[in-house]
Nanobody, 124 residues
């Protein structure tokens, strides 16, 4: 399984970015897709995760109402739409995949495959 991310960048507070994650090598719809982020000196933290069908998405509290997870199984792609970005959202963002069935993990240890990461910087 290979995960390739794109879409990071530099924005001012209040700006938006959309991250993409393409999975190849396996059947995309078999996988729960997660998004995590990590800042220097901090542990990797859960941001959002979406179930196999896309009809159930979970978020960390601090991004609820600002971030939206989605997926298109016909395109093997998951997205994380990030609006109203804040300086504290600055981090390297990673997508992850697990063949978890109906479980949507919110811990990094629950995921088997990881993307390379994409940097998101919100000017302070």
């Amino acid at each position: 399984v290979q995960l390739v991310e794109s879409g990071g960048g530099l924005v001012y507070p209040g700006g938006s970015l959309r991250l993409s994650c393409v999975l190849s090598g396996r059947t995309f719809s078999d996988y729960v897709m997660g998004w995590f982020r990590q800042s220097p000196g901090k542990e990797r933290e859960f941001v959002a995760a979406i179930n196999w069908s896309g009809d159930s998405v979970s978020y960390r509290e601090s991004v609820k109402g600002r971030f939206t997870g989605s997926r298109d199984n016909s395109k093997n792609t998951a997205w994380l739409q990030m609006d109203s970005l804040k300086p504290e959202d600055t981090a390297t963002y990673y997508c992850a995949a697990c063949k978890c069935g109906l479980i949507i993990p919110d811990r990094a240890s629950g995921y088997e495959y990881w993307g390379q990461g994409t940097q998101v910087t919100v000017f302070s």
